[in-house]
């Protein structure tokens, strides 16, 4: 597509429960990245894949955090039991090579009641 | 873990005037980019610096990626009405490419 998909853009999940948010990025970028955004803050870095392979993870908080880009375009974010402090805009981004040329998504809004 | 300094954290405009912010550190940074986020929008990359000392302009924004490596600032000339948004320093530290450490803001608002 002509920018980075997210779905859904808006995701109310009880505490405890399971959630899955996916990104589809721009084609053919084989970089793609995961932030989340509290209110008020910048975006914190939490994965980045480089084809099919996380190259860097180690801003997942937590084992409750995964993700998985199986073939190398489309992504998801898994979260497991969920906590109300996992409330956030979860953002995704790709680029071509890795370079820093990302393009984000508009995010996907996640609230934990 | 690392942070990013970001000031002002929010300024009032009036069209015409010169805007300034800046981000510093206490790491040195490989590379400084700063983005632009708009209400329900993922942040827009304006500029990106890779050399210490290195002057940049896009349009009305000009950047510059301090000598020491651990500061950067953003001036735009000349502000219209959509400039408005959260302007956002980011840097890269030495080793993962794909990791970038982001300020807090700086919100630009028009002056009522």
């Known amino acids: 597509g002509a920018g980075v998909s997210q779905t859904p853009s808006n995701k109310v999940t009880e505490k405890g429960k399971y959630v899955e948010l996916r990104c589809d990025p721009i084609?053919?970028?084989?970089?793609l990245y995961w932030y989340r955004q509290s209110l008020g803050q910048g975006p914190e870095f939490l994965i980045y894949?480089?084809?099919?392979?996380?190259?860097?993870d180690s801003g997942l908080p937590n084992d409750r955090f995964f993700a998985v880009r199986p073939e190398g375009s489309v992504s998801t974010l898994k979260i497991q039991r969920t906590e109300r402090g996992d409330s956030a805009v979860y953002l995704c981004a790709s680029s071509p090579d890795g370079s820093y040329g990302y393009t984000f998504g508009s995010g996907t809004r996640l609230t934990v009641v | 873990g690392q942070q990013l300094n970001q000031s002002p954290q929010s300024m009032f405009i009036q069209e015409g005037e010169d805007v300034s912010m800046n981000c510093t550190s206490s790491s040195i940074f490989n590379t400084w980019l700063w983005y632009k986020q708009d209400p329900g929008e993922g942040p827009v990359l304006l500029i990106a610096l890779y050399k210490a000392g290195e002057l940049t302009s896009n349009g009305r924004l000009t950047a510059q990626f301090g000598i020491t490596r651990k500061d950067s600032f953003l001036n735009i000339s000349a502000s219209i009405p959509s400039d408005v948004g959260i302007y956002f320093c980011?840097?890269?530290?030495?080793?993962?490419?794909?990791?970038?450490?982001f300020g807090k803001g700086t919100k630009l608002s028009v002056k009522p």
């Open positions: 980011a840097g890269q530290l030495g080793g993962s490419q794909g990791n970038l450490i």
């Open positions: 894949f480089q084809g099919t392979g996380a190259a860097d």
């Open positions: 084609s053919g970028h084989t970089a």
